[in-house]
């Protein structure tokens, strides 16, 4: 935990940011529920336990730098809420989702997989793929 927020800080540093003892209390909320899908509104919520005169603006303002640094995913899963997902650290790609459309519950796949679709993408669309979202509905394995 301390590691990774070290080496967040040193990231918000090489691009000027300082990691302010607001955005630090972000960051270790989504460190802390990393397998979670926080909305803003939850990550708020739980800063402001330990935070309490935090506003929505500052964690807003915060996760969405978060995201410009690539720190964090942006990802909305067809419900119209953006929720934020720490990106898996050296990560190129975003990693891809099981959204189970029984009990709502959300997977992760680390895994890649997709070099060779990238491939034909970048071949036949003369596309320079920079990242990629890729969310696949269906049912879990706990409903089936
Ligand atoms: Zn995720
Ligand atoms: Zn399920």
Redesign the pocket.
């Known amino acids: 935990m301390e590691q990774r927020i070290e080496r967040i800080k040193k990231q918000l540093h090489s691009q000027s940011y300082k990691l302010t003892p607001q955005r630090e209390a972000t960051v270790r909320v989504l460190l802390e529920n990393e397998d979670d899908h926080l909305s803003a509104e939850d990550v708020y919520m739980l800063v402001k336990e330990k935070y309490p005169e935090i506003g929505l603006a500052t964690v807003y303002r915060t996760l969405e730098l978060l995201t410009e640094l690539k720190i964090v995913d942006k990802i909305n899963f067809g419900d119209g809420v953006s929720r934020y997902d720490l990106r898996q650290e050296g990560a190129d790609h975003f990693h891809h989702h099981l959204v ?6 959300v997977d992760e796949i680390q895994e890649d997989l997709l070099e060779e679709v990238e491939k034909v993408v970048e071949k036949r669309w003369n596309f320079a793929i920079k990242d990629h979202r890729l969310t696949f509905h269906g ?6």
């Open positions: 189970c459309i029984e009990c709502g519950s049912i879990c394995h706990r409903c089936k």
